[in-house]
Nanobody, 113 residues
Framework: QVQLVESGGGLVQPGGSLRLSCEAS????????MAWHRQTPGKERELVAL???????NYPDSVRGRFTISVDNAKNTVYLQMANLKPDDTAVYYC???????WGQGTQVTVSS
């Protein structure tokens, strides 16, 4: 069964850091592009990080320089390292495999003092 399970969300103060994990099962992440998206109520889901099979990554201007996507092939896990977090980063974060439109259940990140 193809599945993505996110973890690592929580409450963090502005300027803080958080690392999200996405454990994959039923397929090997190294064979696919993988992505992280986020969504807040009333807004469309937003792509925040994408990593290609060759390791090249892309980010929107809103998070570039603060977010880093990476893959641990041994653990079959995708990570999203987030630094210098801002209140506007508050959202539910979803792991995604674009091919086949595979999504995780999401993990809540709240940035607040």
């Amino acid at each position: 069964q193809v599945q993505l399970v996110e973890s690592g969300g929580g409450l963090v103060q502005p300027g803080g850091s958080l690392r999200l994990s996405c454990e994959a099962s039923g397929f090997t992440v190294s064979g696919y592009a993988m992505a992280w998206h986020r969504q807040t109520p009333g807004k469309e889901r937003e792509l925040v990080a994408l990593i290609a099979t060759g390791g090249h990554s892309n980010y929107p201007d809103s998070v570039r320089g603060r977010f880093t996507i990476s893959v641990d092939n041994a653990k079959n896990t995708v990570y999203l390292q987030m630094a210098n977090l801002k209140p506007d980063d508050t959202a539910v974060y979803y792991c995604n495999r674009p091919i086949g439109s595979i999504w995780g259940q999401g993990t809540q990140v709240t940035v607040s003092s």
